[in-house]
């Protein structure tokens, strides 16, 4: 099992950055598929960003590529979203996600996809 905590969210102007962690418990964090996922007020939580247990598969919402950098330290149970040039439409509770998988070439877009979640971290990105 493992248990998920987000920091880093905050307010910010646009234009801007914020980095999010999300520390795991657990001493399998290495073998789990991590994800972010955001939810904005009265709209539906939606897919951000994967990466493959083994750091070396990405994977963006089209919305945020380019922007945005997904990465993990194993090491450090650790995953982080780096997010720059970041827009109003970017305000939103992000959400850390794990999975198991069996591979390490995985990612997972799908919010059933996952069964770990954090209880999230609120960005909001002023205009």
């Known amino acids: 099992q493992v248990q998920l905590v987000e920091s880093g969210g905050g307010l910010v102007q646009a234009g801007g950055s914020l980095r999010l962690s999300c520390a795991a418990s657990?001493?399998?964090?290495?073998?789990?598929?991590m994800g972010w996922f955001r939810q904005a007020p009265g709209k539906e939580r939606e897919f951000v960003a994967s990466?493959?247990?083994?750091?070396?598969?990405?994977y963006y919402a089209d919305s945020v590529k380019g922007r945005f950098t997904i990465a993990r330290d194993n090491a450090k149970n650790t995953m982080y979203l780096q997010m720059n040039s970041l827009k109003p439409e970017d305000t939103a509770v992000y959400y850390c996600?794990?999975?198991?998988?069996?591979?390490?070439?995985?990612?997972?877009?799908?919010?059933?996809?996952?069964?770990?979640w954090g209880q999230g971290t609120q960005v909001t990105v002023s205009s």
């Open positions: 990466i493959s247990w083994s750091g070396g598969n990405l």
């Open positions: 996600t794990a999975e198991l998988s069996p591979t390490g070439s995985s990612w997972y877009t799908q919010i059933h996809e996952y069964e770990y």
């Open positions: 657990g001493r399998t964090f290495s073998s789990y598929v």
